[in-house]
């Protein structure tokens, strides 16, 4: 990490504290605060990659097509967004992405990669 975003993130995390004051005062031991730190980062970063991740899917959606991962034929990104939630290491992401449907291989795939085959016609 960089000395800029550490000079931000010690912002950010000194305006946290004053708000969370007495949440804080009530912890009883340093595990205690360790567990509310901790519950509290893991919201914060699972934000920041809801953040990213939809600033991706709309650069996705923007881009109009995006290649079949199967034949590579360009295929137009559906306007409607899918909702998604994805497991990480801090917990549960929510966000909604752009869908392709490829009728050559009749595969629906989200443009960053993943690929699901198509139930019906």
Do not use: H, N
């Amino acid at each position: 990490m960089d000395d800029q975003l550490r000079r931000e993130v010690l912002e950010f995390v000194e305006g946290l504290a004053v708000r969370e004051r007495d949440r804080l005062a009530a912890q009883g031991t340093f595990a205690d605060i360790e567990d509310l730190t901790a519950e509290i980062g893991d919201e914060v970063a699972r934000q920041l990659a809801r953040v990213e991740l939809t600033r991706r899917a709309e650069a996705m959606a923007e881009a109009g097509s995006q290649a079949c991962p199967e034949c590579g034929k360009e295929i137009a990104v559906e306007e409607e967004l899918e909702p998604l939630i994805l497991q990480g290491l801090r917990g549960e992401v929510e966000y909604s992405e752009p869908v392709c449907k490829c009728t050559r291989c009749r595969v629906s795939f989200f443009p960053s990669g993943r690929c699901i085959e198509a139930s019906g016609p």
